[in-house]
């Protein structure tokens, strides 16, 4: 298995081992971001915003 870590887990009788993938960098997101394709689509406009606060 790759690496020097796994996960464990438990479904119904199996056990299964994943191993684990390193967490990315903050560089390593950016940059496969400016890898990507740019996006085909418009966003719609906001034509208007609340004018209160929202409670979420």
Wanted: no cysteine; proline share 12%; glycine share 4%.
């Amino acid at each position: 298995m790759a690496g020097d870590e796994v996960l464990i887990r438990k479904d119904g009788e199996r056990l299964i081992l994943e191993p684990v993938r390193p967490a990315r960098t903050l560089a390593e997101v950016i940059e496969w971001l400016q890898q990507q394709p740019p996006l085909d689509e418009d966003f719609p406009d906001i034509d208007e915003l609340p004018h209160s606060p929202v409670e979420l």
